[in-house]
């Protein structure tokens, strides 16, 4: 298992950046990635923080999480000889810099504003131009930072997407737990316990979740870094990713306007707890009080594009075993699953 050594979550722990840095003895050259926006507000504080411990520090603004933009960074952290790779944003920054320096063999280090998915601390990265490979094979950060201020002033819409995919792994289990069975498949009880107890918490939380109180709020992040260590230690997205991932890759493909990672996947676990025979009126409610989408109309997609996304998913990754099994659903049984989880009218 590879894992993150220093996770520090907390107020005002953006400040500390420069002196965790020094603590790792990583080297003296540092390269921060960084999204154009998050720059703005941020960028002056994490460069300061890191010059104040004497880091020769080189900034990169990413515009897209693109197999191009994966190659401009390597290209810089080569040029420049970066020792450390630091990404900081909601999602594309960190996954162009958890892959670049993964490439590159640098140690990365994650430093997340907005909680909107389980990339700030897994072991994969999400870009875009690597076929059709959903998320690529990366290293696990080997510090993350998140500070609780800067990331309760991201729109609360990234927070609700983010506890949409915690809220996945009930389904991801489920899914694991029948390839066990039916493919004999390795299934890892600890860390299919770890996100269980991630997803078990947003649903407790949810009330004080919507209400923005600070504690829930930290324990969303937490949350998603426990799914991102249960990759570590599965050895696979396999304990945070099930047939309502795929669900939420095949509509990022077909759909015309695509809606956040976690709001599609909060909305593919209803559907797929339902074939699973599971609790699924139990997510719905829990993701309606949390705010987040549990209708298409919600998500801002096309019904027909929510049973197209059905009817393919399985197709994404064949070598991934779920609920939806080889060859699919068919075109009536996803719009039937659609209709009666209400997710099409
Ligand atoms: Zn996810």
């Not at 960028?43 to 693109?66: M, Q, R, T």
């Not at 810099?97 to 897994?122: C, M, Q, R, W, Y």
């Not at 829930?216 to 309502?244: D, H, K, N, Q, Y």
Request: aromatic content about 4%; overall charge positive.
């Amino acid at each position: 298992m590879i894992l993150p050594q220093h996770i520090v979550v907390g107020s005002g722990t953006l400040e500390l950046i420069g002196k965790i840095c020094a603590k790792l003895r990583l080297g003296g050259k540092v390269m921060v990635v960084i999204g154009p926006h998050v720059h703005k507000i941020i960028g002056k504080e994490v460069i300061s923080s890191l010059e104040d411990e004497k880091f020769n520090v080189d900034i990169y603004i990413v515009k897209e999480a693109s197999i191009d933009e994966v190659k401009n960074v390597r290209k810089i952290i080569r040029e420049v000889n970066a020792n450390t790779v630091i990404g900081v944003g909601g999602g594309k920054s960190i996954d162009v810099a958890k892959l670049a320096s993964h490439e590159e063999n640098k140690p990365f280090i994650s430093v997340p504003t907005a909680a909107s998915h389980d990339g700030i601390a897994s072991p994969r990265a999400s870009v875009k131009g690597y076929g059709r490979a959903s998320s690529i094979s990366a290293k696990p950060p080997i510090s993350i930072i998140a500070d609780i201020d800067v990331i309760t002033k991201a729109p609360y819409r990234l927070m609700a997407s983010g506890c949409g995919d915690i809220i996945a792994k009930f389904t991801a289990v489920k899914d694991w737990k029948l390839a066990h069975k039916l493919r004999g498949e390795y299934y890892g009880e600890y860390a299919a316990s770890l996100a269980l107890l991630s997803a078990n918490l947003i649903v407790k939380h949810a009330e004080y979740i919507s209400k923005r109180i600070t504690e829930s709020m930290r324990t969303v992040v937490e949350a998603l870094i426990s799914c991102g260590i249960a990759m570590c230690i599965a050895g696979s997205s396999r304990p945070c990713s099930g047939s309502e991932h795929l669900f939420s890759h095949a509509l990022d493909m077909i759909a015309e306007k695509p809606a956040l990672h976690g709001e599609q996947c909060g909305v593919g676990t209803i559907m797929m707890m339902y074939l699973h025979g599971g609790r699924w009126k139990k997510i719905k409610k829990t993701l309606s009080i949390i705010g987040a989408p549990t209708t298409a109309k919600e998500l801002g997609v096309k019904d027909y594009e929510i049973i197209k996304a059905l009817t393919i998913a399985h197709k994404i990754r064949p070598e991934r075993y779920t609920i939806l099994g080889e060859s699919g659903l068919s075109w009536e049984a996803a719009e039937k699953v659609a209709r009666i989880t209400g997710v099409i009218e």
